[in-house]
C-alpha cells in the first residue's frame, strides 16, 4: 500500500466513526501523514549529520595534506577506485556504441520525395491553372517535410517542361546517390555534410543553371532523415561486457612507501591506500552521536509543526507534501556528498534552486523556512560555519523574492542574478566584520564562486519547474503557457473541426481571464482552461449551435432525451479526450464542472411538451459542481458569452440608452447587456451550482462588472458612415 492509498484510507476509516469525525478526519490524517515525513526528515538529517566521510582528522579530499605519511607495513589490496577508473575508460571506448538502421525510412521518404515531384508536375501540366493559380497551387501543397515559400513556387512555375523533367530526374538519382555513398546509414552529421556540401557539388555538374543545381540540391536533400540510431539496449550489453571483462587492480604498498607528502593534494587513491592500512579509523562518540539526533528532531519537528500550522492550504493533498519532504531531503543529502569538498565548494552548493522551486509552486513563506532549515543543516555539516550558512540563506531570499510564479524563463534568470549578487554582498560583508578588505584572489573567488552558485540555481529551477509542478500535481505557468499555442494537438483539432467552438472558447477565455484579473484569481489558467473547456464537441460538432452555420438543426429530428444526452456527452468526451492527451488534472476539472450539475432546459422544456412524466435528471450535465473560484468564473463566464451572443445575433439586447428612454417595444423585445449577464448570474447562484465554490457576494459583483465591460467592448454600436452623413 502506497503512500496516497494509506491516506485515503485513512479518510475513509475516520469517516466511520460518525459525522463529526468524518468532517474531520481529512485533517487528522494530514496531520498523521506531516509528522510522518517529519519523523523521515529527522532520519535523513540525522544520518546526514552522523555519517562522516572516512578521512582522516587532519585530512580532507581535495585539500593539501597537512604533513607526510607513510605506510607503515607491507599490504596488497585491491583497489576498487583504479579498477573503476579502468572499467570507466573501458566502456567509454568509441567501440562500445552500436548502431542499428531502419530501411524503411529512406523507402518512405523517397516515396514522399517522388510524390510531391509528381504532384507538381500534374500542376505545371495542367492547361486550366494560369500562373497565379498555379503558384497559389503549389504553395498550399499539404506536405510537412518541404513546405513551398511564395518564392520557391515563383522558382519552380517559370521552369520550362525540359528543365523541370531535368530537376525532377536528377532529384530522386541524387537522392539515391546520398543513401548509396553512406550505405544507407544517416545520421544527423552525414545529412549535414550532404546538404552543405555533397549534394550541392552532384547538383552543380549535372545541372544546366544554377537555379536548377539548387531546386535539386532542396528537393533531394530536404527528404533526407536520419535512420541511424544506436541501440541502446546492445551498447549496454557491451558496456556491461567490456567492463566485466577488465580485471580487477591490485595495489602494493611497500612498508615505508610515501603515501602523501606534505602540501601534496589529498585524492582517492591516497585515501584507499590510507584506508587499506587501516588509518582511517575512528572511534565513534556516542554523546556526540546522541546530540546529533536531537538537533535533527528539533529541526525537523520545527519544519512540521510549520506546516501543519501555517501550509495546511498550500499542501492540503498528498503530492505537495512528498514533493516538499522529498525535495529537502535530497538537497540535505546532497549537501553531505558537498561539504567534505571544502568551503567554497559548500558556497557553491545551490541552496537557492529549493528556495526558487518552492516559492514558484507554492509560497514565499514556505520557500524561506525550507531554506532557513538547509542553511542551518549545511551549517551543522560544514563544521559550523555560520557564515557560510547565512551567505546561503540570504542568497535563497533573494531568489524567493524574485521569482513570483515563474511564469516567464527571464524571472529565473533575474533570480539567478539576484542570488549571485546577494552572496557576493553578503561574502564581501563578513570580510568587513573581520576588520580587512578581501584580497585580488578572493575577491575574484566570491564572484566566480557566487556566479556559479546563482548561474547553476537559476539553470537546475528552470529545468525541474514542469517536472516538479506535475510531480506535486499544480500547473505552472510555463506549462499553462505551453498548453495555450494553438499547435497543440487538441486545440488544432478543435480549430479545425469545430471552428465556431474554438471561438467561441476564445471569447469564454476574454471574459474570464477580465473575472478573474478583477478578484485576484488565477487568469492565466483560466484563459488557457477555456480554451480546452468545450473539446469534446468535436466528437459531434454539428449537433452543436457554434458550428451549424447555414446547416439544418440536426435536433429537429432526435428526441429531446437523445439530444440532452448528446450534448451532456461533450463534457464526458472532453474529460476522456483531455486525460488521453496527458492535460493537467487542473484542466481537466474545468472541462468536468463548466456545467456544473445544471439541466439543459431546452430539450427539458421539449421534453415536459411531448410526455405527461419527465425525469429531470436525465436532462442534468454529469457534474460535479464547480470547487474553486476559477471554476465559477468559468460556468459564469462560458453561460454569459453563449448567450449573450445567442441574443445579440437574434436582435433581443436593447440599449442603455433605450431602456433609459423607456422604449416600451425595445422593452418588450429584449433586455439591456447589463441585466441579461446579472439574470444569468443570478440564475446559477439560486440553482445552487455555485454553492461548493467559495465566490462571494462581493465576488460576485465584481465578475459581472468586469463580464459587462468586456462585453460592451465586443458588442459597442458601430458608427454609421452612410455618405452625406455627418460623422460623430
Known amino acids: 500500500m ?10 475513509r476509516v475516520d469517516q466511520s466513526h460518525g459525522d463529526e469525525s468524518a468532517h474531520q478526519s481529512p485533517n487528522r490524517a494530514w496531520q498523521r501523514l506531516t509528522a510522518g515525513l517529519s519523523l523521515g526528515l529527522a532520519l535523513v538529517i540525522w544520518l546526514a549529520l552522523a555519517w562522516q566521510p572516512m578521512v582522516a582528522p587532519d585530512l580532507q579530499l581535495g585539500q593539501p595534506s597537512p604533513r607526510d605519511i607513510q605506510a607503515d607495513r607491507t599490504i596488497t589490496y585491491v583497489s576498487e577506485w583504479r579498477t573503476e577508473q579502468e572499467r570507466t575508460r573501458a566502456e567509454s571506448a568509441a567501440d562500445t556504441v552500436i548502431y542499428s538502421r531502419d530501411m524503411s525510412i529512406p523507402i518512405q521518404q523517397r516515396a514522399e520525395l517522388k510524390n510531391l515531384l509528381q504532384t507538381i508536375t500534374q500542376i505545371r501540366d495542367d492547361p486550366t491553372l494560369s500562373k497565379a493559380q ?3 497551387r503549389l504553395t498550399s501543397l499539404p506536405n510537412s517535410t518541404l513546405i513551398i515559400s511564395p518564392e520557391l513556387a515563383s522558382v519552380i512555375a517559370r521552369q520550362t517542361d525540359e528543365s523541370w523533367a531535368l530537376i525532377s530526374s536528377l532529384s530522386l538519382e541524387l537522392y539515391d546517390r546520398a543513401l548509396s555513398e553512406n550505405r544507407y546509414m544517416l545520421n544527423e552529421q552525414k ?14 555538374l549535372q545541372a544546366e543553371t544554377p537555379e536548377q543545381a539548387e531546386l535539386i540540391a532542396l528537393f533531394s536533400g530536404s527528404f533526407l532523415k536520419t535512420n541511424q540510431f544506436i541501440d541502446e539496449a546492445a551498447t549496454q550489453r557491451r558496456k556491461q ?8 587492480v591490485t595495489v ?8 602523501v607528502r606534505q602540501g601534496d593534494v589529498v585524492t582517492p587513491d591516497v585515501l584507499e591506500k590510507l584506508e587499506a592500512l587501516g588509518a582511517l579509523r575512528t572511534k565513534t562518540n556516542w554523546t556526540a552521536l546522541g546530540g546529533r539526533v536531537l538537533l535533527a528532531l528539533l529541526i525537523a519537528g520545527a519544519f512540521g509543526a510549520y506546516v501543519a500550522t501555517a501550509q495546511r492550504d498550500a499542501l492540503k493533498d498528498v503530492r505537495p507534501l512528498l514533493l516538499v519532504f522529498g525535495l529537502l531531503a535530497l538537497a540535505i543529502v546532497a549537501a553531505r556528498l558537498i561539504t567534505p569538498f571544502g568551503m567554497q565548494w559548500t558556497q557553491a552548493f545551490p541552496v537557492a534552486l529549493i528556495a526558487m522551486l518552492l516559492a514558484a509552486l507554492f509560497n514565499v513563506g514556505l520557500s524561506l523556512m525550507s531554506v532557513g532549515i538547509l542553511s542551518a543543516v549545511i551549517a551543522s555539516l560544514s563544521d559550523n560555519q555560520l557564515t557560510t550558512a547565512l551567505t546561503l540563506f540570504l542568497g535563497g531570499i533573494a531568489g524567493a523574492l524574485l521569482i513570483g510564479r515563474g511564469e516567464r524563463s527571464l524571472l529565473f534568470f533575474i533570480s539567478g542574478v539576484a542570488v549571485s549578487l546577494m552572496m557576493c554582498a553578503a561574502q564581501f560583508t563578513f570580510h568587513l566584520l573581520n576588520g580587512a578588505l578581501p584580497t585580488f584572489d578572493q575577491a575574484l573567488t566570491i564572484l566566480a564562486v557566487s556566479g556559479v552558485n546563482g548561474a547553476l540555481s537559476a539553470i537546475l529551477a528552470l529545468g525541474l519547474y514542469n517536472l516538479a509542478g506535475q510531480l506535486a500535481g499544480t500547473v505552472t505557468p510555463l ?8 499547435a497543440q494537438p487538441l486545440l488544432r483539432r478543435l480549430i479545425r473541426e469545430a471552428p465556431g467552438t474554438y471561438y467561441h472558447s476564445v471569447a469564454v477565455g476574454n471574459l474570464a481571464e477580465s473575472a478573474a484579473e478583477a478578484i485576484g484569481a488565477d487568469a492565466l489558467l483560466l484563459r488557457v482552461a477555456s480554451y480546452y473547456h468545450d473539446i469534446g464537441k468535436t466528437i459531434r460538432p454539428f449537433f452543436f449551435t457554434d458550428n451549424q452555420s447555414d446547416r439544418e438543426n440536426v435536433h429537429d429530428d432526435l428526441d429531446p432525451l437523445t439530444s440532452a444526452q448528446i ?4 463534457v464526458r468526451e472532453g474529460r476522456k479526450m483531455a486525460i488521453a492527451a496527458g492535460l493537467p488534472a487542473q484542466i481537466v476539472d474545468f472541462i468536468s464542472t463548466h456545467h456544473g450539475t445544471s439541466v439543459i432546459k431546452y430539450f427539458y422544456q421539449r421534453a415536459l411538451q411531448q410526455h405527461d412524466s419527465v425525469n429531470i435528471e436525465d436532462y442534468r450535465y454529469p457534474g460535479p459542481r464547480p470547487r474553486t473560484r476559477e471554476q465559477g468564473i468559468m460556468m459564469l463566464a462560458d453561460s454569459v458569452e453563449a448567450t449573450v451572443r445567442s441574443k445579440f445575433q437574434a436582435g433581443s439586447v436593447i440599449s442603455s440608452r433605450e431602456a433609459n428612454n423607456g422604449d416600451a417595444r425595445g422593452r418588450e423585445h429584449g433586455k439591456t447587456l447589463e441585466e441579461l449577464v446579472t439574470a444569468i448570474i443570478d440564475e446559477r447562484v439560486r440553482s445552487g451550482q455555485l454553492d461548493e465554490c467559495p465566490l462571494t457576494l462581493h465576488d460576485l459583483a465584481r465578475i459581472r462588472q468586469a463580464f459587462i465591460t468586456t462585453l460592451q467592448g465586443i458588442y459597442h454600436p458601430r458608427v454609421d458612415y452612410t455618405p452625406g452623413k455627418p460623422v460623430t
Open 2 to 11: 502506497n503512500i496516497r492509498q494509506w491516506f485515503h484510507r485513512s479518510i
Open 134 to 136: 498555379e503558384r497559389e
Open 191 to 204: 545529412i549535414a555534410e550532404l546538404r552543405s556540401f555533397s549534394l550541392p557539388y552532384w547538383a552543380s
Open 241 to 248: 561486457e567490456v567492463r566485466d571483462a577488465v580485471q580487477p
Open 252 to 259: 602494493r604498498i611497500l612498508q615505508g612507501e610515501s603515501i
Open 479 to 486: 506549462r499553462l503557457m505551453e498548453l495555450a499555442h494553438p
Open 567 to 570: 450534448i451532456a456527452d461533450h
